[in-house]
T-cell receptor, first 113, second 112 residues
Framework: LAKTTQPISMDSYEGQEVNITCSHN???????ITWYQQFPSQGPRFIIQ???TKVTNEVASLFIPADRKSSTLSLPRVSLSDTAVYYC??????????????FGTGTRLLVSP | NAGVTQTPKFRVLKTGQSMTLLCAQD?????MYWYRQDPGMGLRLIHY???????AKGEVPDGYNVSRLKKQNFLLGLESAAPSQTSVYFC???????????FGPGTRLTVT
């Protein structure tokens, strides 16, 4: 099971781009990288998932280098409403591996005016 | 389309009491999960189900039981509550293993 390491917290200002990096040195061949966002008193919400290179959707981009030992979630032009905890999950998406996915303590992002 | 709903939202139990938390999803998802979240910690998987009539243990199953009698419902039971089970409980569902999980709003449980 790939262990992940993320910064405990990050600060930013409205309008800036925020990059949150997750380290997963022992990622396995079948592992995918998934990011979730959690607001206070709510359940986590899926942001993005990828396997290699770059994935982009309407809210974020996920950059994964060739060695896949780390990944970076990029949030363009953050607003106050992006203040939340962000979780990086690494794991096998198969029927036998998915239950080993672990939500770590995440990165607490604070966006200020 | 309500997504994933949880009942109740809050509950206070005395040590030794029992209760059942109900999770319901209207997305016809096969997989359902129960997590707990404690202060300063991430979510930990308690039990999960890969389909109607099936259940399996997750990372922290002790002290909990689950049932999935209907595809849309996943029940989490505490037979004899302990203060260590004070936590926020989240239910989630997904169509396939590893798919995006949809989470409910959570149940805040306090055991005194």
């Amino acid at each position: 099971l790939a262990k992940t390491t993320q910064p405990i917290s990050m600060d930013s200002y409205e309008g800036q781009e925020v990059n949150i990096t997750c380290s997963h040195n022992n990622i396995a061949t079948n592992d995918y990288i998934t990011w979730y966002q959690q607001f206070p008193s709510q359940g986590p919400r899926f942001i993005i998932q990828g396997y290699k290179t770059k994935v982009t959707n309407e809210v974020a981009s996920l950059f994964i280098p060739a060695d896949r030992k780390s990944s970076t979630l990029s949030l363009p032009r953050v607003s106050l409403s992006d203040t939340a905890v962000y979780y990086c999950l690494v794991g096998d998406m198969s029927n036998t591996g998915f239950q080993k996915l672990v939500f770590g303590t995440g990165t607490r992002l604070l966006v200020s005016p | 389309n309500a997504g994933v709903t949880q009942t109740p939202k809050f509950r206070v139990l005395k040590t030794g009491q029992s209760m059942t938390l109900l999770c319901a999803q209207d997305m016809n998802h096969e997989y359902m999960y129960w997590y707990r979240q404690d202060p300063g910690m991430g979510l930990r998987l308690i039990h999960y189900s890969v389909g109607e009539g099936t259940t399996a243990k997750g990372e922290v199953p002790d002290g909990y039981n689950v049932s999935r009698l209907k595809k849309q419902n996943f029940l989490l039971g505490l037979e004899s509550a302990a203060p260590s089970q004070t936590s926020v409980y989240f239910c989630a569902s997904s169509q396939l293993a590893g798919d995006e999980q949809y989470f409910g709003p959570g149940t805040r449980l306090t055991v005194t």
